[in-house]
């Protein structure tokens, strides 16, 4: 089961159960309109570029974007020197957005949820694994880059 244990497959259970949520929800909450719609496609595709620009820094840095391994560069540039967090940043960006493009407000709950399930099962750890490895480094890095910024 260790491969249920990361992000994207959390991500895919939150946007199912967002998708759920959207069968479910009476029409009367819901918000409609083209300014909700684009909102909610503006939030996906902004956490869709936020990804795509920490993945490229990681692979420029020749770095893991697996969670559970060990890095072997503390990446502080690129999008990684305005957020600690910008691949999970994205992912509940995309979770926003496709609850608005859906038009489920309900299903906004989620997005909190969402991250602090990704905080406590892998930020936490990662940074912990951060912290022996790089430790000064990653203590000046973690005080003027704040986690989900």
Avoid at 30 to 35: K, R, V, W, Y
Avoid at 81 to 99: C, E, M, Q, T
Avoid at 115 to 129: G, K
């Amino acid at each position: 089961m260790k491969w249920i244990d990361i992000p994207p497959v959390w991500l895919a259970i939150a946007v199912a159960a967002t998708w759920a949520v959207s069968q479910l929800q009476p029409a009367a909450i819901a918000l409609g309109g083209s300014a909700v719609d684009f909102a909610g496609g503006l939030l996906v595709g902004g956490g869709l570029v936020l990804m795509a620009l920490a993945v490229a820094e990681m692979r420029k840095r020749r770095t893991t974007v697996m969670p559970h391994m060990e890095a072997d560069t503390l990446v502080t540039t690129g999008i990684f020197s305005r957020s600690r967090n910008p691949i999970y940043l994205g992912d509940a960006l995309v979770l926003a957005g496709l609850a608005l493009r859906w038009d489920t407000p309900a299903a906004l709950i989620l997005v909190p949820l969402f991250m602090a399930t990704i905080t406590q099962r892998f930020i936490v750890p990662e940074e912990n694994r951060l912290r022996v490895k790089f430790r000064a480094d990653f203590a000046r890095y973690c005080q003027k880059t704040r986690r989900w910024a």
